[in-house]
């Protein structure tokens, strides 16, 4: 992420990140600091798309789940408002759906990797979506061609559960009528 706005004495809330302009860039609130990054590029938003129809497919038209993508807020506190690249949410946890954001604990989260700040993903976002224990979390490297996944498998804490390079069919733990042809996504 590109900036961090300066922090007050008390963290930031989910009120004030409300009151943010819309500028076209993508606002989030984690624990309690505001984090501003640039769109994303071009490779980047065509992996997205791809995996996003995929997901769609194999999920939401089966009304599975719903499939959302960014910017959606997805709102996991009062101080921590991300905006992951997809998250998916299980129909029986359609209640989470409000008009304004998502609340709760997603059940699968996906970020790819910016080239500019990979590590955002890597590490403080990890570290974020381990926190509030959202059962499965893929990162995407567009450049490179391959996904991870990783399982939660205690509070704050995210074991590698596989890494899936561009021929492989991804499968996931918390999906498992999902068969995702890496392929159509890193063609």
């Known amino acids: 992420m590109s900036r961090v706005l300066p922090r007050k004495p ?8 409300c009151l943010l ?7 989030e609130l984690i624990e309690g600091e505001f984090y501003v990054t640039p ?3 071009s490779n980047h938003q065509t992996v997205s798309r791809r995996l996003q129809q995929i997901l769609m497919e194999q999920l939401e038209d089966r009304d599975l789940a719903q499939v959302f993508n960014a910017p959606m807020d997805l709102l996991l506190d009062d101080t921590t408002c991300v905006q992951p690249d997809l998250f998916i949410v299980r129909a029986s946890k359609a209640h989470q759906i409000q008009p304004h ?4 604990v997603p059940d699968l989260v996906v970020e790819i990797l910016s080239p500019s700040h990979p590590g955002n993903d890597r590490f403080l976002k990890r570290g974020v979506y381990a926190r509030f224990r959202i ?9 490179n061609g391959f996904i991870t996944v990783l399982r939660s ?3 704050g804490k995210y074991d590698l559960e596989a890494r899936f ?4 069919v991804l499968t996931s733990e918390e999906f498992p ?5 890496l392929p159509r996504v890193f063609r």
């Open 10 to 17: 008390e963290p930031f809330t989910y009120r004030e990140y």
């Open 21 to 27: 302009p819309e500028d076209g860039r993508r606002h």
């Open 39 to 41: 769109s994303p590029g």
């Open 101 to 104: 954001a998502v609340v709760g």
């Open 135 to 143: 059962p499965e979390y893929w990162i995407v490297d567009p450049v």
């Open 153 to 155: 498998s205690e509070p």
């Open 165 to 168: 390079d561009r021929a492989s």
């Open 177 to 181: 009528e999902l068969a995702v042809p």
